[in-house]
């Protein structure tokens, strides 16, 4: 049932943090066969100081915009010498919604066989905590002391406009799927791209316990919805396939929203406006889902 | 005078040096505060360093010699190094309960519990650096009650608890003569690097079990071996034995995941300062 | 002998191909965008066995140059100005990560105003990013340089820029000699490279004492790679029959009293003025500096107490010419900027100029 590790413990990451949790879930899912390419983000600092490496798998650091080009020249060298495995891009979201979107949409476009995965915490959290194009509406960081008045955009989807073979969501709080979706993305040639919600607990303001309960709650009140896109056919996935369903209601977003310290100063009126862009989403998604 | 802070990420080491290098200078000295950034995370080691002068400070390097010498982190008082370059006129102040033979002259407090009790705890972890501040009125640090919390309120508001940990820090500190031996370190070797590749290893981060607060404990008559902890475990530190879960507590960092998905509420908080912990 | 009319591009590209290339990725840009059509054409043709990515700016194409060339290939690209401009960051990020690419530059102005035409301040003023950088001064030295560069970066871990005048020589069509390269050059064997069976983190942080460490590694490269050129070079005439310098050449030396230093075209085209001077009775002499990174600072003893006049085809507000400035370094010398900008060289404007400074 245990598979060898490929995250070893005793990594400078910070504690309760979803990057290093699903990264050690992702490696696991590909038995060590991957090398992966890590942009500018946490995890860079994670993997911790030459002449040491927190990960028992080959790695190659990139420049922050730069990962999915990088991974682009990997892939072609481990198919010029004849070795089997995936080239993993492990990039945060400002290295995949905002500096890193040009050179990932150019792999995505020209269908380079490389599995990209976004773990997304909604910030810049190197840098300690400042707005992304992820970050939702209403939430604080160190560049939105009001709160943030844009509501993010969603990378998934413009990678659906890009016809890739393999879209996945995913979240910190149901690791098992992140582990099935992983293995069936590399069942899949081409690009492929897994994104997670991955809360940060010093960034999001909520205790270092609470990782899972956040990526579960972000689920189960339809803040965060858990998909995939095979060959262009959407469909939704564990709780959020139920939610869709309607076979259960979506928990109210304030359960969601009061345990973490960047909402703590949200009014009645940002709430609802929360709630207006959450339903946008799930009616957009219904939609695609229908539609074919 | 030069001061050297240690502690680690979260615990409010870089505005602990900030506050008082500013009440300093409200005093009518020059002051400098600077960090020194690793790429810490929270819980990882952090330094910085106040210089309080009459004269303009030109010094930009670091604090080899310090003539106070605070550690925010009671564990890392089990670091020798921690202490270099202490004289036989430094002062160390410690955030502990007890006294250490680290320096001639010690202050200290158990700032971490009087953190806990005032509620200043951030994701977790208790912010110590407060009632250090009071604590650190009991050194030779040339700055009065007054301005040092008038500086405090200044960067954490009025607000009851913070104006009482200082003062609990303040009144609870205590001053002792210890014995002292001056230590001396070597040189580290130089590292060389030609191509920049490194090799894996565990604890990149060091013996990650010293950033704990709390420690998980495996209640075996509860389990029943879901393996949830293990799972979730972000430094997979959890690993599954012929006698049940065993943690490796080298390197639990003590997030406490572990107990807060297990169904079977089979994982116990159990402190590690020696401070009651809020049940699970 | 296999000789082809072959533009400075065409033959960037051949060379890429004869010097077992594995690995492209690129984009367009004026006047280098031959240089890729070419190789997109060799390979879809079968002709040559390389993998063409066309990426979708210069910061990916170096990017995943960087990438194939840490997982074993021999790895090409090709830009101009705002391309060169744009890989900034990657110009160091290959250094530092000890990645032997070869580009190919061919020199153009940076806008605004928009300008296509020849300027060298695009590669010079990026010599500060640790690259070898060599400067033609004929399409066949293009050809030539690429191979040899080749045989320095991959021994000495450092990436090359080949550069060459926009249009001037990168359009300009000569009969090329393209000689087959297999024995000068072979399959690339690199000294390290990704695996996904060897679990190595390359560029993870490294600290002050790693840093200076790396630094100084990649100095002693620079240093290593001046002693193995002229060896390079010798082999490369065995293989070819071609002797093709890559520090730097000399014409008219031995008497002269004066010596005018250029790189590029304009120094093929000073050879002339060199004549010109001449017949007209100044002493003068011409010393081409080929290789700008390595640079060959034994140039000083060459130079001795001539009397110096440096030619740049780059102007830099503040500082003037950075040819100038790298060899007033060494001798005290006399600017002179030219064709900036695209401006056309000729050797009676070079002459001319001369005059005119040695009158002043």
New interface residues.
């Given amino acids: 049932?245990?598979e060898p590790?490929y995250?070893?413990?005793?990594?400078?990451?910070?504690?309760?943090?979803?990057a290093?949790?699903c990264l050690?879930?992702i490696l696991r899912a590909l038995e060590g066969k991957a090398v992966v390419v890590v942009p500018a983000s946490?995890s860079s600092?994670?993997?911790?100081?030459?002449?040491?490496?927190?990960?028992?798998v080959p790695v190659f650091n990139s420049a922050f915009a730069a990962s999915a080009a990088v991974a682009t020249g990997i892939r072609a060298g481990l198919d010029f010498y004849g070795e089997e495995g995936e080239v993993v891009v492990w990039a945060g979201d400002g290295g995949t919604y905002d500096i890193g979107l040009q050179s990932l949409s150019g792999a995505a476009e020209r269908g380079e066989d490389i599995l990209y995965i976004c773990y997304n915490n909604e910030m810049y959290s190197n840098t300690g905590v400042q707005r992304s194009g992820a970050t939702p509406y209403g939430a604080w960081t160190t560049t939105t002391v009001g709160g943030k008045r844009e509501h993010r955009k969603d990378v998934a989807e413009i990678l659906m406009a890009h016809n890739v073979p393999y879209i996945a969501t995913a979240s910190a709080g149901f690791?098992?799927d992140l582990y099935n979706k992983v293995r069936k993305a590399r069942e899949i040639e081409g690009f492929r791209y897994i994104e997670i919600l991955a809360p940060c607990?010093?960034g999001w303001?909520?205790?270092?316990?609470?990782?899972?309960?956040m990526g579960r709650l972000a689920v189960e009140t339809g803040m965060w919805i858990l998909y995939e896109v095979v060959e262009g056919k959407m469909r939704f996935t564990g709780l959020s396939k139920v939610i869709a369903e309607g076979k259960r209601k979506m928990k109210d977003i304030k359960e969601y929203l009061k345990l973490q310290g960047r909402f703590s100063h949200l009014s009645e009126e940002d709430i609802r406006e929360i709630e207006r862009y959450r339903d946008r989403r799930w009616e957009f998604l219904k939609r695609r889902a229908n539609e074919l | 005078m030069e001061i050297r802070i240690h502690g680690r990420?979260?615990q409010g080491v870089v505005t602990m040096s900030k506050i008082i290098a500013e009440a300093a200078n409200l005093e009518g000295y020059f002051s400098q505060s600077m960090p020194f950034y690793g790429?810490?995370?929270?819980?990882?080691p952090v330094v910085s360093f106040t210089r309080i002068s009459e004269d303009p400070i030109y010094r930009t390097s670091q604090v080899y010699y310090p003539d106070i010498l605070i550690v925010l982190d009671p564990i890392l008082i089990n670091f020798p190094e921690v202490f270099s370059g202490l004289g036989e006129s430094s002062i160390a102040v410690l955030n502990s309960g007890s006294s250490a033979d680290v320096a001639k002259k010690v202050v200290f407090v158990d700032a971490t519990r009087i953190a806990i009790e005032h509620g200043l705890v951030?994701?977790?972890?208790p912010v110590p650096n407060v009632p250090m501040l009071g604590a650190l009125l009991s050194s030779e640090i040339p700055i009065s009650y007054k301005t040092m919390l008038e500086v405090v309120q200044k960067h954490f508001g009025a607000d009851e608890r913070i104006v009482s940990s200082f003062n609990e820090g303040y009144k609870g500190a205590r001053r002792k003569t210890c014995r002292f031996t001056k230590m001396h370190f070597g040189h580290k070797g130089?590292?060389?690097?030609?191509?920049?590749?490194?090799?894996?290893?565990?604890?990149?981060?060091?013996?990650?079990g010293l950033?704990r607060v709390v420690k998980p404990v495996v209640d075996s008559e509860r389990c029943n071996g879901c393996?949830s902890c293990?799972?979730?475990?972000?430094?997979?530190?959890i690993?599954?034995t012929e006698e049940g879960i065993e943690i490796?507590y080298?390197?639990?960092?003590?997030?406490?995941?572990c107990?807060?998905?297990c169904p079977k509420n089979a994982i116990k908080h159990e402190s590690e300062m020696g401070v009651v912990q809020h049940a699970h | 002998m296999l000789i082809k009319m072959l533009t400075g591009n065409q033959a960037a590209a051949f060379a890429a191909m004869n010097s077992m290339v594995r690995f492209v990725a690129a984009y367009p840009i004026t006047p280098a965008t031959p240089v890729i059509e070419t190789i997109s054409k060799l390979v879809e043709e079968g002709i040559m066995e390389a993998k063409f990515v066309p990426v979708e700016s210069e910061h990916s194409a170096m990017a995943a140059c960087i990438g194939a060339s840490a997982a074993g290939l021999r790895t090409f690209t090709a830009t101009s100005s705002h391309g060169l401009a744009y890989m900034h960051e990657m110009l160091h990020w290959a250094v530092?990560?000890?990645t032997p690419v070869v580009m190919v530059v061919a020199n153009r102005a940076i806008g605004p105003g928009w300008n296509i035409w020849s300027d060298l301040s695009d590669s010079l003023s990026q010599r500060d990013t640790g690259w070898l950088q060599f400067y033609c001064s004929s399409v066949q030295e293009i050809y030539d340089t690429i191979a040899m560069s080749y045989r320095v970066a991959e021994d000495v871990?450092v990436p090359a820029m080949v550069c060459y005048d926009g249009f001037v020589l990168s359009h300009t069509s000569v009969p090329v000699e393209i000689t087959p390269l297999e024995g000068f050059i072979n399959e690339y064997q690199p000294?390290?490279r990704i695996s996904i069976e060897k679990?190595?983190?390359?560029?993870?942080?490294?600290?002050p004492?790693?840093?200076i460490?790396?630094r100084k590694?990649i100095h002693k490269a620079h240093r290593k790679a001046l002693e193995l050129i002229p060896e390079i070079e010798e082999e490369f005439f065995d293989h070819t029959g071609r002797s093709t310098p890559m520090l730097y050449e000399t014409y008219r030396f031995e008497d002269a009293e004066e010596v005018l230093v250029a790189v590029g075209a304009v120094a093929s085209e000073a050879r002339i003025a060199v004549d010109i001077l001449r017949s007209a009775g100044v002493k003068v002499g011409l010393l081409r500096l080929k290789s700008f990174r390595p640079f060959p600072s034994q140039i000083r003893r060459t130079l001795g107490d001539r009397k110096v006049t440096v030619i740049d085809r780059d102007f830099i507000p503040g500082v003037g010419g950075i040819v100038y400035q790298e060899i007033s370094n060494l001798v005290q010398s006399d600017s002179m900027i030219l064709g900036v900008g695209g401006a056309d060289v000729t050797a009676e404007m070079i002459a001319e100029a001369f005059t005119k400074l040695v009158e002043v």
């Fill in positions: 049932m245990i590790e995250f070893l413990p005793g990594s400078a990451a910070c504690h309760g943090c979803p290093a949790m050690r879930v946490c600092v994670i993997t911790g100081v030459y002449p040491h490496s927190a990960l028992n690791l098992n607990p010093p303001r909520f205790p270092m316990d609470k990782t899972v309960e | 990420g979260g790429a810490e995370r929270r819980g990882a951030v994701a977790g972890m130089v590292m060389e690097c030609e191509i920049p590749i490194s090799t894996p290893s565990k604890g990149v981060a060091g013996r990650t950033w393996m293990w799972l979730h475990c972000p430094e997979g530190v690993v599954e490796d080298a390197y639990c960092k003590g997030c406490m995941i107990s807060s998905v | 530092n990560a000890r871990m000294k390290w679990p190595l983190t390359h560029g993870n942080i490294l600290p004492d790693a840093y460490s790396l590694a």
